[in-house]
DNA sequence: TTGTACGCGTTATCAG
DNA sequence: CTGATAACGCGTACAA
């Protein structure tokens, strides 16, 4: 009695029915519409006004099931929700990709997967709902994605902590390089006491940041040893202020490895009432819109994020098509943005 | 010569080659692998054995083909990634229709639906790639939606403005009620010369809190010319703040549409040199992590959005298997949450 | 309880 | 250039 809901509703027209609709067979319809050039130009108008007419539309699962393609990307995001949504550099990272396959006819199925173990995202991924995989914020001990790297093609966002593996697409920034212009720029300014609240250290654009912080302190001969690490969000970011300033109170300059987590120092630095950049000149990561519109607007190393966005993208669907010429590592250009904080 | 990658990628173990393995009819793996009860123990033994064995995974597609259900859900936004990053209530939303999800064995696909005209998010969705959409930030002209509601169940974040559309299932909070309640607390501690920053005209949740601010005023026989419409956005906000306090410099209270409005208010009012709450008080409406972390901690209509985005999903999940007394309007409940800006 | 056989909507192979 | 016909992998009446 209680009939199931999608019963009630009108069924999608078929192949099959258009073909009977132009008077032809299916065959003849499917190849119409998938474009192929050796049709009648008569047939082929026929067809089309009877696709037109039922509104006919392929079937994904049947299309498919016999393409073995589901004309489909995951977009992987081994992170909460809220951090996910929280960033406004994930913000750009997806525009650049939606950008880039708005001008194919891939989809784009996002899977956040902090919240169930992984396990649930692999047995989608697995079960042949996508194409291919795009990942970001992947994090060292993510084990999942040698396993999903068998399985189809995958471009990763931020260079895979395992170099060894080298047949890892990936698109990136030199982020050592990136920090090394950030931090250099505090000394050039004359700062002497630089500290840094840094990436997680289990990411490798956490590690390669501070990489490049302490390569030009140790290079201007200034001591390292203000650094506390955060998680790239801006509560951690606070509390890891909290601790530095407590620790070296005399610093007159910090490195921010993102510039979510800079808004959160900057929060920490006016609650004690130092001023940005007399008292603290701050240089952040990313050049995000959060950048600008900071309480003090910020100096910044500013990277392409929706452009690295577009570039994963591109790479997964050039690899899609068998493009065997596809580079391995793209590396995108990062330079410095000098607003007020330092 | 130019192998297309997916080619030499070790294909996934079907239902066939499980049979084989376990010794059995493909009929029964598959009873097996759906649960049925009247299988032989040891037979459902022999066949899970086969299936960790050669890491069987049901084809999606084929299992579509044949099922006539995708065991896929759509979120559709029709707004722009950055407006739908931007705001921690869409993140809220998510996550609550997350969590719903995670315990069932449903996915979520996610269509953000401003780049292209929509066209091909009505495409997807007709072509069958999902069992029933969410829609949230619903605006007026959206007219795809009505299209939509015929092919597929359709649950609303917000009422959907054709109220005649009494079949509708939408969850919602009473946004004039918890506007009443706003506005009202800002007369109640004395302001007299209260304004508004709206949301959008086109959106029930902008009107009907519009609605609500108004009726207070009125019955407080207070003037209500005080007022600036906007578009849930930070920069919409300040510039809508700019404009009403050159032509009402002598406002002494704001009720703010969204709590991320108000961060973009706050930040005129500073800027202006005016103090929250001495000079100008605020309430804003949302109660959003945006809120007790704003400059001023905001005082604001608190509403569930995260359990919003449960009950969204549970209420579409219910309509999915054939559950006939799924109410069509949940409304949730708000209220008051009074901190420095009021 | 288990197996056989057919259908789901498309694509692709092969004759014609 | 067009039309049968066989997959694609799975669910499910129906029969045994």
Redesign the interface.
């Known amino acids: 009695m ?5 019963q009630t ?2 069924a ?1 027209p078929t192949l099959e029915m258009v073909a009977a609709e132009a008077g032809v067979s299916r065959a003849t319809v499917s190849r119409v519409v998938n474009g192929s050039t050796k049709v009648n130009p008569e047939i082929v108008a026929a067809v089309n006004a009877a696709v037109e007419l039922l509104h006919y ?6 299309r ?2 016999a393409n ?3 004309q489909a990307l995951a977009l992987v995001v081994p992170e909460d ?2 951090r996910f ?2 960033d ?1 550099y ?2 750009a990272i ?2 650049g990709i ?2 880039r396959l ?1 001008e194919s006819d891939y ?4 899977l ?1 997967a902090s ?2 173990p992984q396990h ?1 995202t692999m ?2 991924l ?4 996508a ?1 291919g995989a795009l990942i970001i914020s992947h994090h060292t001990g993510d084990d999942f994605v040698a396993e999903l790297e ?4 995958v471009v990763f966002g931020g260079r895979p902590e395992d170099d060894s593996d080298t047949d890892a697409y990936f698109v990136d920034v030199d982020n050592a390089e990136g920090a090394e212009t950030g931090t250099q720029h505090l000394v050039d300014i004359g700062r002497r006491r630089i500290g840094s609240i840094t990436g997680p250290v289990d990411m490798s654009a956490g590690i390669d940041r501070f990489t490049g912080f302490l390569r030009t302190l140790t290079r201007a001969g200034l001591a390292t040893d203000a650094i506390e690490h955060a998680d790239f969000s ?1 509560a951690g970011a606070a509390a890891a202020t909290r601790k530095l300033l407590e620790r070296c109170p005399d610093i007159d300059a910090l490195f921010v490895a993102s510039d979510l987590m800079a808004t959160g120092v900057l929060d920490v630095l006016r609650e004690q009432g130092r001023v940005v950049p007399r008292d603290v000149a701050i240089v952040g990561f990313d050049d995000s ?1 959060a950048a600008a ?1 900071a ?1 003090v607007p910020l100096t910044t190393v500013s990277q392409p994020s929706e452009e690295m966005g577009f570039a994963m993208a591109d790479t997964l669907l050039r ?2 098509s ?3 010429t596809v580079p391995h590592r793209t590396i995108m250009p990062t330079y410095l943005v000098v607003r007020d904080s330092a």
């Open positions: 209680t009939a199931s809901v999608r509703r009108p999608q539309l392929p079937n994904r699962a049947a498919s099931l073995r393609r589901t929700m809220t949504f929280g406004p994930f913000a997806v525009q939606t950008r708005d989809t784009l199925n996002l956040v919240s169930d649930k047995r989608y697995r079960s042949g709902s194409d068998t399985t189809m093609p801006v819109p519109s309480a690899l899609l068998g493009d065997t």
